[in-house]
RNA sequence: GGACGGGUGGCCGAGUGGUUUAAGGCGCACGCCUGGAAAGUGUGUGUACGUGACAGCGUACCGAGGGUUCGAAUCCCUCCCCGUCCGCCA
């Protein structure tokens, strides 16, 4: 969300941030009624609370006079006549700001200079690590899964739906293995505080890191109840300071969760769903920051160094996209996407989004720090990342680790884990 | 799920319709005192919005929302959360 005052000193600004998504057009309305509408808003403040001023004055008086056992009978009278008015001007009020207020929560965030102008084509590969692996001859991991019996995805959906997979076996373990992995180099080396968090959530929390109102469509709820299910550890990680005031003293602060993620991927139907390429339910660790608005791009790069530090150690050739302004989500003012080789499939696969919010959730969460004693509070900016994603992981650890045979090597790093070198 | 008791400023805590524009304390800041410090002592110290010259002025905020009233932290209603006990339960 956007401080009122955009809508006064930064109305080109906005613009040009939607241009650069490519919403200009589709939001320039919002905008233009956005500015009337800060317009209006002060003006009725102004009448109204000019009008309280007076009221307080005149009860005042009417308290004196009662004391001096006077008649008040008119100011009384004239009390009531106020208040009717005051009434009256504050129900427009709150009609305005109700108006305004959603607008505000509409308009996605501003992307960093930065990010480039333009849809998903304009995405930029900053960097590649390791060598892909040539496809010829491998097969891809579904394939794989089901012949080694550690994934039944018919199961799945017959147990819950299609976008629903039972992991059997190795397969099982092998998500233990990666939570445990991923949240022991996190907290061992990485300075992360471990959390485990509630996976169904509020309205007030998924309105704070901005799922809600926009994309209700996309997330799952509790029937007959007002809660949902996580899409995302990042909604329950980043609430957890949810109107609260941190110590600047304090800040960064670092958090990483495991929990289990819903998406209902309204619109995606049909668009790289086999195997485990896309689910409704999925595993993620995920990594949530703290940070002053200065700490926030250093912040940013280590947050992401920490994911790419799991691929390398796991040995999955990677690469480093930064997201285009107009695939970048609506929350977030600059992504790096992390995509791992999956050679049996021929594509790299998403497997971690690593984002800074500067104070768009901040702002709507009301999660300040106080920069010092005395000083004024100010808004903390927030940032996450999947490290890692596991679905997408798996498929590219089972396809790139394939031996002819069927088999799969398991890395050095995950034979702890996992308690053997081979999947067999 | 039921009964009872509670939600007040960074923290603790008074306050059942009009000098509460929230007492008092803790903490914090600055000053005095002191060789220096502690103790003592004085002053100050919330957030948001509006307006304005970063002075000041105004308005709102005592869990949230609504109601009664000239006037609500205070009375009424609904909801949320916390505590204690009971019930149910992995």
Redesign the pocket.
Known sequence: MH???VLRDQVDQLRSAMRRRGKLEALAPLIDRGVALDVER?AM??A???R??T??????E??RR?KARENADT??AQ??A??EEIARLEEEL?VAERELQAILLELPNLPLDEVPEGDETQNRVEKTWGEPRPGAGLKPHWELAEALGILDLARGAKVSGSGFIVLRGMGARLSRALMNFFIDVHTREHGYEEVWVPVVVNRASMVGTGQLPKFEDDMYGVAGEDLFLVPTAEVPVTNLYRDE?LEGSELPRSFVSYTPCFRKEAGAAGKDTRGLLRLHQFDKVEMVRYTTPEQSADEHERLTRNAETLLERLGLPYRRVLLAAGDTGQSSAKTWDLEAWAPGVGKWLEVSSCSTFTDYQARRANI?YRPG??E??RFVHTLNGSGLAFPRLIACLLEHYQQPDGSITVPEALRAFLGTDVIR
Do not use: C, S, W, Y
């Not at 009221?55 to 005042?60: C, D, K, L």
């Open positions: 401080d009122f005052r002060r403040i102004q109204v609370e000019e309280k001023a009221r307080n004055a005149n009860t005042q009417v308290a009662k100011l009384i009390g009531r106020l208040g709150q005031m300040r004693t005395g004024k509070p």
